[in-house]
């Protein structure tokens, strides 16, 4: 058996009209292909579906019992064509991000915002996230896609660099080295260090280590979010090695931010996704926009110049 969409809404529309004439106006064809529309579905349910005569033109027994489920039909089928055009035109939607916690209240507000902006009827959930988790909840589909800081290849997640950025020293104004313009890796040693647990102090150790210059990293603490190691920066308990793009959160803290030089420690930021998996016309969107304003727009380019700015205070 086959039936097509045509024949089918060629049926309900000479039912509905009790016409051929009316029926082929409202589909915009001609009679006599509404006719063969109507004969070729005949043939292929094996029913006839009408009753004509000269006079008038009637639904069989078959056509009455079939129209209001071939109805039902065509009435679902427009409302899914409908909503795939309200998902292209990005009229609906749902994306889901994960990003590391200090990434979440930083970075990505702002950017969110001026997304929404724009499309104001996509929802945007944002799933705030320890760094080691992101690429695992994008792994098992949780998530969209995910941000956050390079960590160990998967076989399964495509990782697209969005930028690199220094790490800067946070401490108290009233530090001792407070006054300096930059500090090195070596100045810091006299103070109880605070780092991130995981893969942040680990690659860290091993970029100093790379660099040659006998510098080590020996933490005091390893605490799960930044921002836990900044409050523990105001209460006095030793300093912090972040990202400039944390400069909002570290000045609530009363605290401030000075480069960390010999050697300049990048780290590079990515966005990852599942590979092969095509997003939601939705999800492309923003992925591509995040992708747009953080590789090419920078707005962290603020606070990265007011943080090296901060290190001209005396």
């Given at each position: ?13 000479v ?6 004439t ?6 915009f064809?001609?009679?006599s ?9 005949e043939q ?5 579906l009408f009753?004509?005569s000269?006079?008038?033109l009637?639904?069989s ?8 489920h071939i ?9 899914v064509?409908?909503e ?18 200090l990434?979440a209240?930083t970075?990505m507000?702002?950017?969110?915002a001026?997304f929404?902006?724009?499309?104001p009827?996509?929802?945007l959930r ?10 695992n909840r994008?792994?098992t ?16 997640i ?27 890796w070596a100045?810091?040693?006299?103070d ?5 647990q ?10 100093l280590?790379a660099a ?5 990293l ?9 921002s836990?190691a ?8 030793g300093?912090t ?7 909002e959160?570290?000045?609530q803290?009363?605290l ?6 010999d ?8 966005i990852?996704?599942?590979r092969g998996r095509?997003?939601s016309?939705a ?11 953080l590789h090419?727009h ?7 110049r007011?943080?090296?700015a901060a290190g001209?205070?005396?």
């Open positions: 058996m086959n039936v097509t969409l045509r024949q089918l809404r060629a049926f309900v529309a039912a509905r009209t009790g016409s051929f009316l029926a082929a106006e409202s589909l064809i001609t009679q292909a509404l006719s063969g529309l109507i004969k070729e579905l292929a349910l094996g029913l006839r009753d004509r000269t006079r008038r009637q639904l027994d078959a056509g009455s019992d079939l129209v209001t109805e039902k039909i065509l009435l679902d089928l427009d409302g064509i409908d795939v055009g309200k998902l292209k035109a990005l009229q609906r939607g749902l994306v889901r991000v994960a990003v590391p916690q990434m209240c970075l507000p702002g950017l969110m001026s929404r902006n724009d499309h009827q996509v929802q944002l799933v705030d996230s320890l760094v080691e988790q992101v690429i994008v792994f589909g949780e998530v969209d896609f995910g941000l956050g800081p390079e960590r160990a290849p998967n076989s399964d495509e990782a697209t660099q969005l930028f690199e950025l220094p790490f800067m020293a946070a401490l108290p104004r009233t530090h001792r080295l407070a006054c300096q313009r930059e500090l090195r100045d810091l040693a006299g109880p260090l605070i780092t991130l995981g893969q942040f102090t680990e690659r860290l150790a091993t970029d280590g040659r210059r006998n510098v080590t020996e933490p005091a603490n390893e605490v799960a979010f930044m836990t900044l409050s523990m920066v105001a209460a006095g308990l300093l090695i972040c990202i400039p793009y944390a400069a959160m570290v000045q803290y009363g401030v931010l000075r480069p960390v030089v050697p300049v420690v990048l780290r590079g930021f990515y990852f996704r599942r095509t997003l016309p999800a492309q969107r923003f992925h591509d926009f995040i992708c747009d304003e090419q920078r707005p962290f380019e603020r606070a990265l007011e943080a090296q001209l205070e005396g």
